[in-house]
Antibody
Framework: EVLLVQSGAEVKKPGESLKISCKGS????????IAWVRQMPGKGLEWMGV????????TYSPSFQGQVVISADTSINTAYLQWSSLKSSDNAIYYC???????????????WGPGTLVTVSA | EIVLTQSPGTLSLSPGERATLSCRAS???????LAWYQQKPGQAPRLLIY???NRATGIPDRFTGSGSGTDFSLTISRLEPEDSALYYC??????????FGQGTKLEIK
């Protein structure tokens, strides 16, 4: 079974750093692009960026460029999303999602993680 | 960046009826690279349709995607109570990334 398992909910203070994870299993982790998607409370889906784990080729949405860093560690089949200084506006659920087709950098997302809830509060 | 506008915002129908959800793009979507997702409360989105008209694995044939260029539709026939959800369209034909519509809420009365 193809799965993406995400790290657990986080509660942080403004200004703190955070790194959340997304572990893939049941497929060739290195050859499928992995995207990160934000969903703020009661709002829609926002594409943040995408990474190709094999060579760490990464593209960011202009809205998130410079705000987050996406990375991957192929030795443990895990992708990451990290912040160096959280803001209250980062309160959201963050999903990782796998591209439908191998190698394709532009694609729909057929497998989603359950989401990681990030709460930033003083 | 391609902007996707979904309509209606909310759709309220009865079991057995047919729902038609619309997604309009601000410019033509390359190669009809458009997907539809269903999201229920507390759950991650689920892929229904990709490349405008292809059903994803395990999706019943009650769900049909159509359209091209700038106008796309998702039709759900023979509505069931479990179809109550938010539905999002997504385009992935405009590099460097993709964008989502704002969603349509489908209520089954």
């Amino acid at each position: 079974e193809v799965l993406l398992v995400q790290s657990g909910a986080e509660v942080k203070k403004p200004g703190e750093s955070l790194k959340i994870s997304c572990k893939g299993s049941g497929y060739s982790f290195t050859t499928y692009w992995i995207a990160w998607v934000r969903q703020m409370p009661g709002k829609g889906l926002e594409w943040m960026g995408v990474i190709y784990p094999r060579d760490s080729d990464t593209t960011y949405s202009p809205s998130f460029q410079g705000q987050v860093v996406i990375s991957a560690d192929t030795s443990i089949n895990t992708a990451y999303l990290q912040w160096s200084s959280l803001k209250s506006s980062d309160n959201a659920i963050y999903y990782c999602a796998r591209h439908l087709r191998e190698w394709l950098p532009h694609d729909g997302f057929d497998v989603w993680g359950p989401g990681t809830l990030v709460t930033v509060s003083a | 960046e391609i902007v996707l506008t979904q309509s209606p915002g909310t759709l309220s129908l009865s079991p057995g009826e047919r729902a038609t959800l619309s997604c309009r793009a601000s410019q033509s979507v390359r190669s009809d690279y458009l997907a539809w997702y269903q999201q229920k409360p507390g759950q991650a989105p689920r892929l229904l349709i990709y490349d405008a008209s292809n059903r994803a694995t395990g999706i019943p044939d009650r769900f049909t995607g159509s359209g091209s260029g700038t106008d796309f539709s998702l039709t759900i026939s023979r509505l069931e109570p479990e179809d109550s959800a938010l539905y999002y369209c997504q385009q992935y034909g405009d590099p460097p990334g993709c964008s989502f519509g704002q969603g349509t809420k489908l209520e089954i009365k």
